[in-house]
């Protein structure tokens, strides 16, 4: 599959080298996986030659990763039962291999130590740099699960509870005292491990929005643009609507309505769905655009005289048609949900403080006091970029991948 | 002639019935807002040492009208916005929200409609030749710079220029008047110190509408520039800008003319945000007010339609003008 070029591409004199015996046949093999490949593999192939892309790619990938193994990459409970009462809005620890001791295979971090200064009587934090802390590697920890969910619907009937599989190793940790990374908030709550959870939570809002406006415009935009007519025009105008109410204000009203004693596993589960339940317009509409091109072909004029039904026909030949334009669609849209979440998370109004994510982060470095005393607090905003950019480059690539019209035009 | 007056009267039609329905899901959200205007009236007078009964709540629902059914109270609010420009009062502050909001909603829709011509001025040079050059690292340069605008929250790009200023300039560059014109009439004056100080929210708030903008001229320009016409006006030995500006940026630009009531309802969510931080007194600031703390339905109604019913009218001017001087819509105008 990863031999797909165009037969007029760069990598055809490749077939032409000296010590390749048959370069007919090669050439012609390569030929025949061109015009035998499905749309996917050619878009694979379009994607690769894309270096920007692919580095957004690997980043992106790097990113889900990270917020997927966020319990094990981090060595602290990113709540505030991981807090470290022993150092306050401490500055980050740089782990090092060498100092004016000598040096040590095994990395290692000062020992901060907080005392009362004498004339002051207040707390002053100051690095010890004779007592080291080494970093070890897979030690145990606090306790995390995975797979474990409790669904608290209302009535009592409704809840279940799925244990999940515990688990405590952490990537790393030392043997006495704590080490922060990113160092830690005016709590002592870690800020490493606090990014990459929160990492995770945006992921995952961002999933489960993307996830459910995606199936609302497909539909909507599948039943407007397939049957046309008065009821195109309906769907059209009510659709048009909700797209015209601002959507900050939007979430809002519906945010204010979150009574304050839900647990924050059900406002985020809330909060995502509103997320979704408003970002379907642009995307049905695209697919709405297509699909009115698109039912003229003779191919749905076949089937339908094959006796197929409307759903069957929009599932099985009208939306593979698109699937590529769809994907992208999605991908594109990603960045500007996990943004919606951001702003709303911002304002006060979306997560709040025990859940960790990003837009709760940022919230937190909004201070002057921040800005000139606790740079470290903006690590996670470093991260935040980094997702958003990784995003669009992606959207990018693959929309310029998906393009039928990429080998005509150059 | 008659076709195309047709066409115009029933955009405009549909232009009406979009504000009405708009306006519909406006009020209902505003109802979901906890509370209602009677309560926080008589909450204000609890303050004053009075007892207050649900006697007195009731009474107080009666006089406002609030016991009348839904549909119904949509209807009046409706009538007294579209035929007398009434929004009512606002019942947290207790003052008319005509005076209340006074010139704040066009402070912040010229705020807006600035931020997007900047960010289109950018995209669409930078759009034609992301989507032409093969040049792959100026490329890749100016597309990063557009999309960092967007990965870039606003606040943090707010707070980092008042920083900076405030420490090199000394002069926080908060606000949007001096203090000196702060409440003075408009006049010239008032006008050049306004432009001196909204260039900050303008710039920010169009460096991160830039990147939406650029993702749709370079998909339309990377559309257009495969088509078959381009090839015969590139057989007719047409080249470079000549090329693209004649034909594949024209067509490009008639679907992002239409999109721009969306965008300016884009822009405007951001707008709340950067306002706080700059401390900009403009309709941005109030309706988070309104709604995040104050939960003030009435004050957040009149803003929310009032920045829809722009929306709609762009949409409605911009379908007029495209079938003006689009060749392409007026032929299919006059043709139905």
Known sequence: MSDITSPAGPDTPKAMQPDNRAPDDKDQKAKEAYFTASQSQLIWARFKANRTAMIAGAVLIGLILTGVFAPFLSPYDPTIRGRDKEYENGAPQIPRFCDHNGCSARPFVYTPERKRSPTTLRWVTSVNKEKRRYIHFFVEGWEYRYFDYSINLPGDAL?????????????????????????????????????????????????????????????IGGISGYFGGWLDGLIQMITDAVRTIPIIPLFMALAAFIPQEWSSETRFFFISIIIGLINWPTLARRVRTHLLTERNQEYVLAAQLCGASASHIIRRHLLPSFTSYIIVDLVISFPYIVLSETALSFIGLGLKDPVNSLGVMLQNVTSADVLLNYQWYFIPVIFFIAL??????????????????????K | MTQFLQFTLTRAVMALFTLLLVSLIVFTLMELVPGTCAERYLAFKNT??????IDDIQAEERRLGLDRPFLIRWGGWVGNVLFHGEFGDSCILRLNINQLLGDKFWVSLAICLTSLLFAYLIAIPVGIISATSKSAWMNGTLRFVSYLGLAMPNFLLALMIMLFSTVFFGDSLTGLFSKEFRDAPWSFDRLMDFMSRAWLPVFILGWSATAFALQTVRALMLDETGKLYVTAAKARGLYGRKLLWRYPARHALGPIINSLGFDLNRVFNELPIVAVILT?????????????????????????????????????????????????????????
Do not use: C, W
Request: hydrophobic share 50%; charged share 15%; aromatic share 8%.
């Open chain 1, 159 to 219: 809840d279940f509870r799925i244990p999940g599989i515990a688990f405590d190793t952490h990537l790393f940790g030392v043997d006495n005292g704590a080490v922060h990374i990113f160092g830690t908030d005016h709590s002592g709550k870690d800020i490493y491990s606090r990014t990459l959870h929160a990492v995770y939570t945006s992921l995952a809002v961002g999933t489960l929005g993307v996830l459910i406006s995606f199936v609302l415009a497909l539909a």
């Open chain 2, 280 to 336: 900009l007194t403009e309709a941005g600031a109030l309706l988070l007010e309104a709604l995040a703390r104050s939960n003030d339905q009435q004050l957040a109604g009149a803003i929310i339609f009032l920045l829809t019913a722009s929306i709609v009218t762009l949409n409605f001017v911009t379908d007029v003008a495209l079938a003006l001087f689009d060749p392409r819509v007026r032929s299919s105008v006059m043709r139905s």
């Open chain 1, 388 to 409: 958003v950019l990784a995003f669009v480059f992606v959207g990018d690539g693959l929309r310029d991948a998906a393009d039928p019209y990429a080998d005509t035009k």
């Open chain 2, 48 to 53: 004053q040492g009075q007892q207050i009964s």
